[in-house]
């Protein structure tokens, strides 16, 4: 079984510019999460898809970023325009189920590592 | 709010020493906690969690809520035990998690 899997593996952009990170998620799961880690800082959540619906994007740092997950499939990260200050790792990852004490293991991809010069 | 601490940022130990990993919490409610390891090379992985009370790998982590900790144990290191790890908590509704800043684990022949 495939895991998660996200594009690209590394990126570098100019300030200013846009970049799209995408996600794949393992195949009928039906949670998608979106985690970053900046540098010297710790992974942090950044919003929850249960199918299409956004169900927490509490971690959204502000409104240059954008996630979307239509058809409840694979999902989209956007940077526009990308700040000096959003390079680091981001992370995805999936679940079959969600909620506390479910017994359910998320999975993570490897990461998009993303640099903004 | 729900804060983790993994005071220690790296941590050398030589095979077959006894390692302890340390993990503090804060959170009102009734926590979830997990463990995360990450492997050189390699994707973030659930190494165990606390309501499964099993031991992967020869680790174990012991919930404990008087003291908000915990801690990832093992009795002897092995040499592949090498990589970064997270501990993590689960508040809320959903599967958030929140993570602590990670402690590297180098374990010397």
């Known amino acids: 079984e495939a895991g998660v899997t996200q594009f690209p593996s590394h990126s570098v952009i100019e300030k200013g510019q846009t970049v799209t990170l995408r996600c794949d998620p393992i195949s009928g799961h039906d949670n998608l999460y979106w985690y970053r880690r900046v540098m010297g800082k710790e992974i942090k959540f950044l919003l929850h898809f249960v199918k299409e619906s956004k169900q927490d994007e509490s971690g959204m740092p502000n409104n240059r970023f954008l996630a979307e997950r239509t058809g409840g499939t694979y999902s989209t990260l956007k940077v526009q325009p990308a700040e000096l200050e959003d390079s680091g790792v981001y992370f995805c990852a999936s679940s079959q189920r969600s909620g506390r004490f479910s017994g359910n293991t998320i999975y993570f991809g490897e990461g998009s590592w993303l640099t903004v010069v | ?109």
């Open chain 2, 1 to 109: 709010a729900q804060r983790v601490t993994q005071p220690e940022k790296l941590l050398s130990v030589f095979k077959g020493a006894p390692v302890e990993l340390k993990c503090n919490y804060s959170y009102s409610g009734s926590p979830e906690l997990f463990w995360y390891v990450q492997y050189s090379r390699q994707r973030l992985q659930l190494l165990l969690r606390h309501i499964s009370r099993e031991s992967i790998k020869g680790f174990t982590a012991d919930l404990n809520k008087g003291e908000t900790s915990f801690h990832l144990k093992k009795p002897f290191a092995q040499e592949e035990d090498s990589a970064m790890y997270y501990c993590a908590l689960s508040g809320g509704a959903g599967n958030m998690l929140t993570f602590g800043g990670g402690t590297r684990l180098m374990v010397k022949p």
